[in-house]
């Protein structure tokens, strides 16, 4: 199964530990084994790292998901996948057009979540109309 991430670019590095706790939990229960996880902001990086590093403990996948096509190669992400389509999309949709595209392969949200507003409550709010089961750690 599949999971992806959304919460607020300024997630504070104290919410790691149960970030940790929810993935891991989600991995042992066999609920999930494959990530997709974005690219911007602290939450996204964090998930990522932490992510990675599981994988090095459980038989799992990590996939980093551009929001724009690469000019160049990058050796940030192990493995990186370029939704099918954003070729098509103007560069200003790029992220809203990534984060759909990873809501509709998933079957779990984890998100951070602390106020009604901005990119990660709206893709949040998403999540939760498109039946995903959402665990919101904000």
Do not use: Q
Not at 108 to 133: H, I, M, Q
């Amino acid at each position: 199964m599949n999971c992806t991430f959304f919460g607020h670019a300024d997630a504070p590095d104290e919410i790691e530990k149960k970030l940790k706790e929810v993935i891991e939990n989600l991995i042992k229960s066999g609920k999930a084994d494959t990530f997709y996880v974005g690219t911007h902001g602290s939450f996204d990086k964090m998930a990522y790292k932490t992510v990675l590093k599981l994988s090095k403990e459980y038989p799992i996948k990590i996939y980093a998901v551009l929001s724009a096509i690469p000019v160049k190669k990058t050796e940030a992400y192990k493995e990186t996948i370029v939704p099918e389509g954003l070729e098509n999309v103007p560069p200003k949709f790029g992220i809203e057009y990534r984060n759909k595209w990873m809501i509709e392969r998933s079957d779990y949200v984890v998100t951070y979540v602390n106020r009604s507003f901005g990119g990660a409550a709206k893709f949040k709010a998403l999540a939760e109309r498109r039946g995903k089961r959402v665990i919101n750690i904000g």
